[in-house]
């Protein structure tokens, strides 16, 4: 069955089975895992092989951001494999060539050389690297809400309990406070968060620390954006201190929050930038690290001890150069932006229908809905990296109306494809509407 047949002839059932016998999947009890099977997609739908269309309110990992299908990305990736497959990186290509001239021009203030990597976690392994070796020091600041990656560098920097299971990590990594404290409706105020931060760079020595890392705006921790002032505010610091600013933007990158990169809200040039998911879309993996000028200038007669087989890897290359077409071209950006107060009033409207909703966050099409018990006091529907059984029905109820997002913790993620229409948006959260059905008859008094 299935490997001696013709391709398109095995069923949904037939797929997951197979794959569950031969194949690992992600974060997961293998023996738990019942994994959907997808034959095609286009534009914000999935296709099962029966044909089943399947709404994505989640961009798959938040990283199909021009949404499935489109053409023009494949026949850039198709021209550039028929024209030249691969070339090791101490060779250099067209591509190359203009795909680092096209992101010098969309990259923030004076960021102008990019290292290409194969995704988000090793661009955060190389980010490290290049901090450690620029500044001549090994301290690494970061914070407990965030994911950086699943590499041995990036799972440490990570702050979530993913990184429990995989300690002990890399030596020097230390912890700032958070911008928002777990089972806290907001956020804390940006005075307190940044003396928080001057604090551990106080108590660490500001000479033995290379580099604070962040991601912009948290992601799968629960779309925490950072209130004005506090971006700003790490930048100061940093410059204060002579310490590396790193934004990690594998997620809030490439349009998701409206504009290019999410520390374009505040006007900060962060010193190095990781990026990955929207840089392609996904269409295939990459991720780079971004640098401003004097940080490349130093490598300019520094050896930089990093590389990778696949770094600039010119088929990864044309998919980005062609997706970053496709923002231009189709105004993506812009429809992040316009859809703004569009996703804005729709959890605004469940909010006021539904008890559960404790609290709404989004920034452009970076969203999510948090689910309590009670609004006052504030009693998440799950504990702290835990689920509950209200989350598990919410979870069986999206898939059973065919919308896929993400629904960790006590959350439910709304991050669509950037070419999401206003009545694809409202699709998506009529089905929502019905599952916080489910989380209100938990809510407590
Ligand atoms: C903010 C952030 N950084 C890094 C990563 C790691 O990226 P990858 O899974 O491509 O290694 C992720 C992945 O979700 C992420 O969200």
Redesign the pocket.
């Known amino acids: 069955m299935g490997t001696t047949t013709a391709f398109g002839s095995m069923t949904s059932e037939e797929i997951a089975a197979l794959s569950r016998e031969h194949t690992f999947f992600s974060w997961s009890v293998q023996g738990a895992v019942d994994p959907i099977a997808v034959d095609h997609a286009e534009g914000v739908y999935l296709y099962t092989p029966e044909g089943k269309r399947i709404l994505d309110f989640n961009s798959q990992?938040?990283s199909v951001n021009i949404g499935h299908g489109d053409r023009r990305v494949i026949d850039a990736i198709t021209a550039q494999a028929m024209k030249l497959q691969y070339v090791q990186p101490a060779f250099t290509t067209e591509i190359r060539a203009r795909l680092g001239a096209k992101l010098a021009e969309i990259l923030p203030g004076d960021m102008d050389k990019v290292f290409f990597t194969l995704?988000?976690?090793?661009?955060?392994e190389n980010a490290i690297k290049l901090a450690r070796h620029a500044s001549g020091r090994h301290k690494i600041l970061a914070r407990y809400r965030?994911?950086?990656?699943?590499?041995l560098g990036?799972m440490t920097l990570t702050g979530d309990p993913r990184r429990w299971a995989n300690e002990p990590g890399i030596v020097g990594v230390v912890r700032y406070p958070d911008t928002h404290r777990w089972g806290e409706a907001g956020p804390r105020p940006v005075a307190e968060s940044l003396q928080g931060l001057e604090d551990v760079i106080r108590y660490e020595g500001a000479r033995s620390i290379a580099a604070v890392f962040l991601?912009t705006i948290v992601?799968?921790n629960g779309i925490l954006i950072p209130p004005d002032g506090y971006i700003a505010g790490v930048r100061e610091i940093c410059d204060r201190h002579d310490i590396l600013m790193v934004a990690?933007?594998?997620?809030?990158g490439f349009g998701r929050t409206g504009r290019w990169f999410a520390v374009d809200h505040w006007d900060v040039t962060p010193d190095l930038m990781?990026m990955?998911?929207g840089l392609t879309s996904s269409y295939l993996?990459l991720?780079a690290v971004a640098m401003r000028h004097g940080i490349a200038e130093k490598f300019e007669t520094q050896m930089f001890y990093g590389g990778l087989t696949y770094s600039s890897h010119p088929v990864s290359l044309a998919a980005a150069l062609a997706t970053i077409s496709v923002y231009e071209e189709d105004g993506l950006i812009e429809n992040a932006a316009r859809l703004d107060p569009v996703m804005r009033e729709h959890h605004a409207r469940l909010a006021a229908k539904h008890p559960s909703v404790g609290a709404t966050r989004n920034l452009g099409l970076f969203g999510i809905i948090d689910l309590v018990r009670s609004r006052d006091p504030w009693t998440p529907l799950t504990p702290f990296n835990g689920t509950s059984d209200e989350m598990k029905a919410i979870g069986k109820y999206l898939r059973d109306h065919d919308l896929y997002t993400m629904v960790p913790n006590n959350s439910i993620h709304t991050n669509p494809p950037l070419c999401i229409t206003a009545d694809q948006l409202a699709e998506g959260f009529d089905i929502i509407d019905g599952a916080l059905d489910i989380a209100d008859q938990a809510v407590q008094g």
Do not use: F, N, Q, R
């Not at 965030?146 to 590499?151: L, M, P, Q």
């Open positions: 990992l938040m995704g988000g976690a090793e661009a955060i965030s994911y950086h990656g699943a590499t990036a991601e992601g799968t990690d933007e594998v997620m809030a990781t990955a998911k993996p991720g």
